[in-house]
């Protein structure tokens, strides 16, 4: 069953059609990577799914209801994480503090009035630093902290709302490829744990291909291409509007690496 069901999305800007008619579907459980040359309409598909960008035309189902209309701050409450490029926690508060108050922010509504916030989301928050890696500096200040333990925390704060579908765009922008693999790999574990669906974009064909489970690839608004892995390397159309004419898919590769 599919979990979101895209369709026929369209955003046309003044004389710019960046996302062109687009459709697919997302399963829970399943990691899909959205790839594509910049500017193919990757963060405009992102905004338009988590309700930050109303669409031309076209639907985004969730869990059989209609997403077009429903505010962004109302996606949480139906199941609907996201991640942000900047880093958005707080530096002066701990790791540990950052997470109890995004815990606070879904549950305010029922506990605000008759619990102190501070004792009764501790054990939650450390479960969810727990399941990104983070229990051990719990106590630090997030501003002492290396820029992909970072992006784990707002991971953790992510996962705060229990989302079913989780939108990450660029989630390991400024990592290095070490970092970028590692919290890939942790963003599976978690899909295999909470049988979570995740939409992300990555720029590193590495980590695209070792941990998505399906990938969806863009161009100009449209997509070309979809399928595993192994599909899409030797997918002759992505190889010539991805990659461009000339360039061999392996060269692509290893200019990622060194960036
Ligand atoms: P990607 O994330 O894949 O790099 P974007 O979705 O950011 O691509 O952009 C897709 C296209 O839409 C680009 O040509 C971009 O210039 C254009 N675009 C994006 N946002 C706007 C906007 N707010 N106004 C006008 N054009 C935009
Ligand atoms: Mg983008």
């Given at each position: 069953?599919?979990?979101?069901?895209?369709?026929?999305?369209?955003?046309?800007?003044?004389?710019?059609?960046a996302?062109d008619?687009?459709?697919?579907?997302l399963?829970?459980?399943?990691?899909?990577?959205?790839?594509?040359?910049?500017?193919?309409?990757?963060?405009?598909?992102?905004?338009?799914?988590?309700?930050q960008?109303?669409?031309?035309?076209?639907?985004?189902?969730?869990?059989?209801?209609?997403?077009?209309?429903?505010?962004?701050?109302?996606?949480?409450?139906?199941?609907?994480?996201?991640?942000?490029?900047?880093?958005?926690?707080?530096?002066?508060?701990?790791?540990?503090?950052?997470?109890?108050?995004?815990?606070?922010?879904?549950?305010?509504?029922?506990?605000?009035?008759?619990?102190?916030?501070?004792?009764?989301?501790?054990?939650?928050?450390?479960?969810?630093?727990?399941?990104?890696?983070?229990?051990?500096?719990?106590?630090?200040p997030?501003?002492?902290?290396?820029?992909?333990?970072?992006?784990?925390?707002?991971?953790?704060?992510?996962?705060?709302?229990?989302?079913?579908?989780?939108?990450?765009?660029?989630?390991?922008?400024?990592?290095?490829?070490?970092?970028?693999?590692?919290?890939?790999?942790?963003?599976?574990?978690?899909?295999?744990?909470?049988?979570?669906?995740?939409l992300?974009?990555?720029?590193?064909?590495?980590?695209?291909?070792?941990?998505?489970?399906?990938?969806?690839?863009?161009?100009?608004?449209?997509?070309?291409?979809?399928?595993?892995?192994?599909?899409i390397?030797?997918?002759?159309?992505?190889?010539?509007?991805?990659?461009?004419?000339?360039?061999?898919?392996?060269?692509?590769?290893?200019?990622d690496?060194?960036?």
């Amino acid at each position: 069953m599919s979990l979101l069901a895209v369709r026929n999305l369209t955003k046309r800007f003044a004389g710019n059609t960046a996302v062109d008619d687009l459709s697919f579907d997302l399963k829970p459980g399943e990691l899909l990577a959205l790839i594509g040359p910049n500017g193919a309409g990757k963060s405009t598909t992102f905004n338009m799914i988590s309700g930050q960008l109303p669409p031309s035309s076209g639907s985004v189902v969730f869990n059989g209801r209609e997403l077009l209309g429903v505010p962004s701050r109302r996606m949480v409450h139906l199941g609907i994480g996201r991640t942000f490029q900047i880093a958005a926690t707080f530096g002066s508060l701990s790791v540990l503090e950052n997470v109890q108050m995004a815990v606070l922010s879904h549950r305010r509504k029922i506990y605000a009035f008759w619990r102190s916030a501070a004792g009764r989301y501790r054990d939650e928050a450390r479960q969810l630093l727990e399941q990104v890696g983070m229990l051990d500096l719990a106590g630090s200040p997030c501003s002492e902290l290396a820029y992909g333990d970072i992006k784990r925390v707002e991971l953790a704060m992510s996962l705060a709302g229990k989302p079913r579908l989780l939108l990450m765009d660029e989630p390991t922008a400024g990592m290095a490829t070490a970092e970028r693999n590692a919290l890939v790999a942790l963003v599976k574990r978690l899909v295999v744990q909470n049988n979570m669906a995740v939409l992300f974009t990555e720029h590193s064909m590495d980590v695209v291909f070792a941990y998505a489970d399906r990938i969806i690839v863009l161009a100009r608004g449209q997509l070309i291409a979809q399928g595993s892995a192994e599909q899409i390397r030797a997918h002759p159309k992505v190889q010539e509007v991805y990659f461009g004419t000339g360039k061999t898919f392996e060269t692509v590769v290893s200019q990622d690496d060194k960036s």
